[in-house]
């Protein structure tokens, strides 16, 4: 393992009697799950379950109404976007932030840039840990951008790119801040069943290399159970089920959730 979050003790993220309510709404109550080290888990539920609003609870893009978050050790409910990022806990965004007149090669760089910390004065004249920490850098963009299999497009502008290539750029920007824990929400959202297979064999290969552990929302039935250990199931906000891929596809409770649609009227 390359990065620096994983040469340290694995971490795992626990999630205990999560909620949070929007007026008299209770859009998540009494969530509680783990991801060990080393895990894939599958988030999934109807929409309007309650699964984004989980990552922006865990994320600290908003303070929980009740409960808790703990990453190894530490108590980290309530901590800021920036320091759960500090911690390796990062997450992508339904909405992208790719910047589309840079190329593949430069939008991940960018990525990395935005987590280095260096005063303006050493940019411009840049001593030997500077030049050191540049080449580092590029070294470390150009691995993700391999392992994310858009080498033969390293250099294309993103404007250029197709929607599946666009998702694993999106993917490539979450892995430049160095996640320990890779969270993706609705990673694979508009691709064909054989772009989102390419992009599940990705995914996993991710896992013990780049990241230790990912957390996904996905509505891609067949790329979530293909690439989950485990998968958590949310219905109005509540958790209604957890399992294997296989115990969750044969249980009655889901099935139903699933064919009696989302939101409450
Ligand atoms: N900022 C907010 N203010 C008020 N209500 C909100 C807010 N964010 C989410 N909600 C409500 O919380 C519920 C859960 O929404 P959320 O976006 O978490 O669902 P989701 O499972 O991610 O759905 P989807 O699969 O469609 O993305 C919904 O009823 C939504 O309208
Ligand atoms: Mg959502």
Redesign the pocket.
């Known amino acids: 393992m390359s990065t620096s979050t994983l040469s340290m003790q694995p971490r795992g993220l626990e999630i205990s009697g999560l909620g949070k309510s929007?007026?008299g709404?209770h859009?998540?109550r009494d969530i509680s799950f783990q991801v060990n080290p080393g895990e894939i888990v599958g988030l999934i539920?109807?929409?309007?379950?309650?699964?984004?609003?989980?990552f922006?609870l865990i994320t600290g893009f908003?303070t929980p109404s009740a409960g808790e978050v703990r990453f190894g050790d530490e108590l980290v409910t309530g901590k800021k976007p920036f320091q759960m990022a500090q911690r390796g806990i990062v997450r992508s965004f339904?909405k992208t932030n790719i910047l589309k007149s840079l190329t593949v090669f430069e939008n991940v760089l960018t990525g990395h840039y935005m987590e280095a910390k260096q005063s303006l004065w050493r940019t411009f004249f840049p001593n030997q840990a500077v030049r050191d920490k540049e080449v580092s850098v590029r070294e470390s963009a150009q691995k993700i951008v391999h392992t994310m299999g858009l080498a033969h497009r390293i250099d294309t502008p993103a404007s250029a790119l197709s929607c599946g290539e666009l998702r694993l750029l999106e993917v490539a920007l979450a892995l430049a801040a160095k996640p320990e824990i890779l969270m993706l929400?609705?990673p694979a959202a508009g691709l064909n069943s054989q772009e989102a297979k390419t992009f599940g064999g990705i995914l996993k290969t991710l896992r013990g290399t780049l990241v230790r552990s990912i957390l996904i929302?996905e509505?891609n039935m067949s790329l979530v159970m293909g690439v989950s250990d485990r998968v958590v199931v949310?219905h109005f906000?509540q958790k209604l089920a957890e399992g294997s891929p296989a115990e969750i596809q044969a249980n009655s409770l889901v099935i139903d959730a699933y064919l009696g649609g989302?939101?409450k009227e």
């Open positions: 929007f007026g709404i859009a998540v539920g109807p929409n309007g379950a309650g699964k984004t609003t989980c922006n908003y339904q929400d609705e929302v509505h949310m906000g989302g939101k």
